[in-house]
């Protein structure tokens, strides 16, 4: 069975600092493609930024230069590096993996919460 565990949500004032972390369980890790998407009420789920299983990178154009993806497969691990925290960036995080199959397994959201 797997799952998606992510970590790390809360509430930061604007200019701060966050980093979300999501562990994959029951599948192999490292082919998986990893992506963080958000969704804030009332918007559609967007798409945050991704990493291959190479450790190539693609972020969504509102957060270059703020987000970093990273992944660490010995601890089957992505994380999500979040500075310069903005109040439009306050929504609800979760983490997909795309498996090797073409598979798409998502966590449970963690709530990111930027107050101006």
């Known amino acids: 069975q797997v799952q998606l565990v992510e970590s790390g949500g809360g509430l930061v004032e604007a200019g701060g600092s966050l980093r979300l972390s999501c562990a994959a369980s029951g599948i192999i890790f490292s082919t998986s493609v990893m992506v963080w998407y958000r969704q804030a009420p009332g918007k559609q789920r967007e798409l945050v930024a991704g990493i291959s299983s190479q450790g190539i990178t693609n972020y969504a154009d509102s957060v270059k230069g703020r987000f970093t993806i990273s992944r660490d497969n010995a601890k089957n691990t992505v994380l999500l590096q979040m500075n310069s925290l903005k109040p439009e960036d306050t929504a609800n995080y979760y983490c997909?993996?795309?498996?090797?199959?073409?598979?798409?397994?998502w966590g449970q959201g963690t709530q990111v919460t930027v107050s101006s």
């Open positions: 997909k993996l795309k498996s090797v199959l073409g598979n798409d397994y």
